[in-house]
């Protein structure tokens, strides 16, 4: 469907300004009522798109705000405005696609609102300034408490916990390993951040062997070795991801022996990622005695139980709501690691802002197909909706004019009169009549009970408006064509 992209041709800023100062006073009254995550989530990119008497205009970033802010805001939000400016008496939403991301006309949040200063994460970041060092940035989504356990990766788990409770202590060093996409970099950068998160002065040190191995490269280019060791052993933590690319890099792995031991007779700890177990690596025999010395685990594909866990814990990071039966069926059907797990989330989140349509068995059988996991399974058992050709209903006219003009189907049937919503009502009405050839009467018991005459009012306004209004022309000509009639 390309109703989207139709739709954005709509969602241009608007000419008029309209001052954001009553949004910022509803925001915050709204700030208070509502957690943190959930306001920031689906408050960011927001802003008063306009006033008409009694109706506040609200303007969403993206389509899939829309019904989520109906169901669970709308309320509160007007709650929040009548406590600002009594004289309010309904909110109504449009989506506008160039609040995205555009400060300038929505209302910053973040900056309203700053994160109370706890955790600092990235503490290296100074450190690579001042010391030279050069650690990559801790991803903070990346922590044990949401890194899912299963038989498949407990011992590794309560290893990291165990680091991070004690750096330097008994496990070290400790050695992860595992086929790719099944948690260790997440396991690595969480016990990093779970150290930092105790000690926020600990310098933790992560870096891949590829990195490790150009900073190796470049230092003996530049003659400058020493200055790379000294500026290592002021490292508490030294995290190296991936270490299976040192494999044939005698003199980069060399220098890993010298930093390691430098550090490991320190007392510091160090925390090692591969793809396979030490003894298949392809490294100098003194380096694998060393890694020998401390806590060797492996992570390896979780079962069915750990899989589920993990969908559920990520559909709730990516906050989207699926359906348990949804969540079973991928589990079922898992591909062979995680990150292609999370590939397919990611696209059923993608899906859900842009068409709205929330996952199911099958929508998620075909993403899966797409991105060749194909679940093998027959089609009727997933319940396939097979695009089949059928005619247009009325539901259907009333989804493409509300996905056309970003507004939602509650408010075109919907007391409001604000253009934004008034005109692409009396175009469903409008459709309805001449292509599903409905009666006024009937149309007007869609509508909130209203009328047959104002409906039939409506249809004749528009049918005017489409021989002299060549905009409204070309609008009405979209929404047809996307229901097929045209
Ligand atoms: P690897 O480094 O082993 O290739 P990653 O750590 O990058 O794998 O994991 C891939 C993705 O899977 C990450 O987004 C990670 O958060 C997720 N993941 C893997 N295992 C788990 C788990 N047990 N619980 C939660 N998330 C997991
Ligand atoms: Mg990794």
Redesign the pocket.
Known sequence: MTSFASSSVLTEPQAVHVSQDIWVDILKALSTELQRGQFITWFRDTAVLGREDKTLIVGLPLPMYLSWHLEHYRALTLEAAKSIDPTIEQIVYKVDGGLKDNSQRSVDILSLFPEPKKRKVPGRQEVKMAEGLISKILNP??TLD?????S??RLA?AACQAVAAAPGGKYNPLFLY????????????ATGNEILKKDPRAVVLYTTSEDFTNEVVEAIRTQKMEKLRSRYRRVDVLIV??VQFLANKERTQEEFFHTFNALYEDRKQVIL?A?RPPQELQLAERLLSRFARGMIAD?SM?DYE?RL??LV??AREYEIFMDAKVLEFIAEHMPT???E??GILMQAVAQYELEQRMPTVGSIAQIMSKLHHDPHIEEEHVGFEVPEKRAATFQDVMEATSRYYSVSVQDMVGVSRVREILIPRQIAMYIGKKYLRMSYVRLGELFSNRDHTTVMNAVEKIEKKTQNDPQILREMRAIERDLGFV
């Open positions: 989504r990346y949401n890194f899912v356990v299963g498949n990766n788990q595992g086929n790719v996409g099944l948690g260790k970099t997440h396991l690595l950068q991801d991936d990622s793809d992570v979780p750990t866990a993990i814990e990520k690691n995680i990150r797990l999370e």
